[in-house]
């Protein structure tokens, strides 16, 4: 039977002891993903292991983590396609640590709420649907497609540096709405990005767009918001 | 203690819904979550959700009695009418609602929602946004619950009811961030935790799908109805029973067995691929029983090469990643190995239209409650469907409720939590076991069982065998211990208490299924082939007893669709 060694970075804050790694080999047949690697842990091996799971199906984004040094789902990562003796798993670097795998996440929501993340209207709603054509929809394509997942916000110097930056995915939800036939936000969302914390703090790193697991372009839809912004300046004009 | 006159236990589409409905009520309600709403299993929904809009042009003539139509002929007649009229009625409106709300629905040319072709349906009435449209909804109302400022208490983990002089007053959860049991005091609860799939091997549901709030209801004396109806969904993924949606076989996709033949024809000649999903799991089964899966193994080909590249891009874009990344197969150049895996419990916490279940000031709402709309077999479409109407309800009843109510409010405050404490207590003295019972190999032996014992053809010998093994895995659980103490993010404490609650959902199914003498939609019985309206036009209830479920029946609330032979 084929056997994956994993090595994982451990930390409890009820412990007294920082942060270290524990190495655990996992026995298994056929295929093996990373998390289901960490329950074979938590239940055989160490029931003290902590991670996030739910959907295990690369839709949910609970399971975000630092992967063999890069940004991947724990439960779309297959050991077979993993180089290295071991593998290395570690929490999303540079977020404030719950335990074990799991960081603390309040601040990511928080700044996604700021954002004002909803389609904001102040026309009368019709009794059917809005109409929007196919052209118009496809705009929405790529950010719908976020899952929260936290990776990119991770990823982000300008996070790690300016604490208050509202972060590649709140940025990406509110490119989404924007970008939308039916929002009529106008100057209501623009003011919670077109600010210190918000689009000028990007530096177009792109990390976020090499860590995004779902393959999006959060640094894209960044410049899209500086471009609206800076036009809303000049010519008072927002799309 | 913590105090809100409405606490919703689950943060996806039902209990969303029914949180934004209570606070349009100007009523103070909180959501529980044992993850980020987000994060919950309605966003893993793929193929749409049901209403008769009409927009698509071989649908012109769709009506929601159609609609109401096919749900109750779908259901096996089991459905109560009145409910899947009520849903079918409903559905234009909530759909309209979602969308003024912002989801990103797919569009035909005309500037309408898009709707496709789904299984059991007389017309195409499956709106949906490309194959993610439960990620779109849930992600639509996530966003409209923050945009109404409603209080989320996330990745706290309910454990149990709180009852008092018969009446529901709240819940006891876990704080997985800051560790320790709390009471959430409310006036009314809504429970929409979701499905029990988790407890069958094979499923499609997520990791949390594991029947917490039919447990905890359960154990407080509410009656689970219609257990024994599970739905297996015709395809997942052989290797990991991931769902690829009925939208694969709605867009043009063939079933295919070693012979090469599109073997539907002989189950279903004229709807072929879009029978209703009972149909079509028994079918692929028949296959694989006997002798013509793939290579002689057990499972079909799902084949969707014939729709080219540029429609599975546009229309089945997720679960192209899905096979690619999970099975190591491109739709676009092959065909995906697919087996019939658990997808959905028909059965809940008994409910009414309303959501109120019997014990006053409990409701639900979504997969954990059982109105009945699905009857023995749910439509595809009709889950996300179900959660939002019936959600809308549940959230305007228990506002109506709670302000209907006389000695409402917060307790005294400085109360004592004793119902916190009575929890805290229990886990003490699971810890003091050491690690006793090992809670996995009981888990491990529970799915294998359910799979087994209670899949989709089910006949008496085996589903006695079946429950006799599933009462000795519950009796194991009262030895069962804990191997890890701390206080925060404890998962083996969270999964050992969460096993219990699985064990008690699943004897549900399988005692109501054992005692059900005839076959109905997804209850398949060789033993007795047949439908008997006579003495099985009836929903179950099971009760919780002291040697396992007690069951009761209740007759099923028929009208205008006179139970029929089910065709297709």
């Known amino acids: 039977m084929p056997e994956a060694r994993f090595h994982i970075k451990r930390f409890d804050p009820s412990s007294g002891i920082g942060a270290h790694y524990d190495d655990f080999t996992v026995p298994y047949e056929g295929s093996l993903t990373v998390l289901e690697g960490l329950f074979y842990i938590q239940e055989h091996l160490d029931g003290s292991l902590c991670f996030r799971y739910c959907c295990r199906a690369a839709v949910c984004g609970s399971c975000a983590m630092y992967i063999d040094g890069r940004y991947r789902l724990a439960c779309q990562s297959n050991v077979r396609h993993l180089t290295g003796e071991t593998i290395v798993v570690e929490p999303l670097p540079h977020m404030p640590l719950v335990k074990d795998l799991v960081c603390d996440m309040t601040d990511f929501f928080a700044k996604y709420e700021t954002i004002k993340p909803w389609l904001i209207r102040t026309s009368r709603d019709p009794e059917k ?28 110097p300008s996070v790690w540096t300016e604490g208050d930056y509202l972060g590649p995915a709140a940025l990406l939800k509110a490119y989404r709405f924007e970008v939308d036939s039916r929002d009529e936000a106008r100057r209501e969302r623009l003011p919670y990005f077109d600010n210190e914390r918000g689009v000028y703090r990007c530096h177009t790193i792109a990390n976020c767009s090499e860590a995004c697991p779902k393959e999006l372009n959060p640094t894209e839809g960044i410049q899209w918001l500086k471009r609206a912004a800076v036009r809303r300046r000049l010519f008072g004009r927002l799309k | 203690m913590i105090y809100h006159q409405l606490i919703v236990v689950g943060g996806g589409l039902a209990g969303l819904r029914a949180a934004v409905e209570a606070r349009q009520e100007g009523i103070d309600v909180a959501v529980l979550s044992q993850v980020h709403p987000g994060r919950s299993h309605s966003g893993a929904a793929q193929g749409g959700i049901n209403a008769a809009l009409a927009n698509n042009p071989e649908g012109a003539d769709d009506t929601p009695e159609k609609h109401a139509f096919d749900t109750v002929k779908g259901s096996d007649y089991l459905a109560d009418q009145d409910a899947a009229i009520e849903m079918t009625k409903d559905a234009p409106g909530v759909i309209y609602e979602m969308e003024h709300w912002g989801c990103p629905f797919s569009r035909y040319d005309d500037r309408r929602i898009a709707q496709r072709p789904f299984g059991g349906a007389g017309f195409p009435r499956t709106c949906y946004g490309a194959d993610k449209t439960g990620h779109y909804l849930l992600h639509t109302l996530v966003e409209r619950a923050y945009q109404r400022g409603i209080k989320m208490y996330i990745e706290v983990f309910a454990t149990q009811l709180i009852v008092e002089d018969g009446v529901c007053k709240g819940v006891v959860a876990y704080d997985m961030i800051k560790g320790g049991f709390l009471e959430f005091r409310a006036d009314a609860v809504v429970m929409a935790t979701g499905g029990a799939g988790r407890t069958y091997i094979n499923t499609t549901n997520a990791i949390i799908s594991t029947g917490g709030g039919m447990a905890i209801a359960y154990q407080a004396g509410v009656p689970l109805k219609d257990m ?87 229309r089945l874009p997720g679960i192209r990643d899905l096979a690619i990344h999970f099975e190591g197969v491109d739709p676009v150049t092959e065909p995906v190995p697919i087996v019939p895996s658990q997808h959905y419990t028909m059965g809940g916490i008994d409910t009414d239209m309303e959501g109120a279940t019997p014990l006053p000031g409990l409701y639900a709402a979504g997969e954990c409650a059982c109105v009945s709309v699905h009857g023995a077999n749910r439509l595809g479409g009709n889950s996300l469907l179900e959660t939002i109407v019936f959600g809308r309800r549940a959230g305007a009843a228990a506002s109506a409720y709670v302000k209907g109510k006389e000695g409402g409010g917060s307790p005294a405050a400085g109360a004592a939590d004793p119902a916190a404490a009575r929890m805290a207590a229990f886990v003490e003295e699971l810890a003091g076991r050491g690690t006793g019972e090992d809670a996995y190999a009981i888990r491990a032996e529970m799915t294998v069982t359910m799979k087994e014992h209670f899949g989709i053809f089910r006949e008496r010998a085996s589903m006695q065998a079946g429950l006799d093994k599933m009462l000795a895995l519950k009796e194991r659980t009262t030895r069962m211990g804990l191997r890890h103490t701390g206080g925060v993010f404890n998962l083996d404490m969270m999964r050992t208490v969460e096993l219990a609650g699985m064990i008690d959902v699943a004897l549900a199914t399988a005692a109501g299924a054992l005692a059900r003498t005839e076959s109905r939609g997804s209850h398949a019985r060789t033993d007795y082939a047949t439908r008997d309206d006579k003495d099985w036009l009836k929903h179950t209830m099971a009760y919780i007893g002291a040697d396992g479920p007690r069951l009761e029946y209740k007759p099923v609330t028929l009208g205008p669709f006179e139970p029929r032979e089910r065709k297709y």
């Open chain 1, 129 to 156: 649907e809005l109409p929007q054509t196919p052209e118009e929809r496809k705009k929405l394509d790529m950010p719908v497609d976020c899952i929260l997942c936290g990776a990119c916000y991770s990823s982000c």
């Open chain 2, 228 to 314: 024994e109806f599970i739905q297996f969904h015709p395809t997942g993924l052989f290797t990991t029973n991931i769902l690829m949606t009925e939208g694969c076989r709605g867009e043009g996709g063939y079933l295919i067995n070693d012979q090469g033949e599109r073997f539907m024809s002989k189950y279903a000649p004229t709807v072929m691929e879009l029978a209703p999903r009972d149909i079509t799991a028994r079918a692929i089964q028949t296959e694989v029983n006997e002798g013509r899966g793939i290579g002689g193994k057990e499972f079909v080909y799902l084949d969707l090469r014939h729709l080219g590249e540029q429609k599975i891009a546009e």
